[in-house]
């Protein structure tokens, strides 16, 4: 450890995240698979967990149970992301031309 530093400092968090993300990355993943269904799907979600992990690492570190804490962020992003993605999908739809009817649909049988 360099002269003066801090242990539990940032280079410390940094070096617990560090930790954590090394030893925990394929529980996320496992978790992450299940939940997406494909490797692409499960790779991003495991990574934007591990971002917000380390975004909120001071409060995600003293937490009782940091598996069941990182599981639920995980599981919290996979939700908000799919409402996201229904809700796009419903907006997309929405504005979507809609056929009209023909105004005078009993003109041609005359």
């Known amino acids: 450890m360099p002269a003066g530093a801090d242990p539990g400092g940032a280079d410390g968090e940094s070096a617990a995240f560090e930790a954590y993300a090394r030893d925990g990355q394929r529980r996320l993943y496992r978790t992450a698979y299940l939940l997406c269904g494909d490797v692409e799907g499960a790779q991003d979600l495991t990574q934007t967990t ?19 804490y990182a599981k639920t962020v995980l599981v919290r992003t996979y939700v908000a992301e799919r409402r996201r993605s ?8 929405s504005n979507a031309p809609r056929p009209q009817a023909d105004p005078a649909p009993h003109a041609d049988l005359r």
């Open 50 to 68: 591990l971002a917000k992990l380390f975004q909120h690492w001071r409060r995600a570190s003293r937490a009782e149970n940091l598996d069941a």
């Open 86 to 93: 229904v809700r796009d999908l419903i907006a997309h739809r």
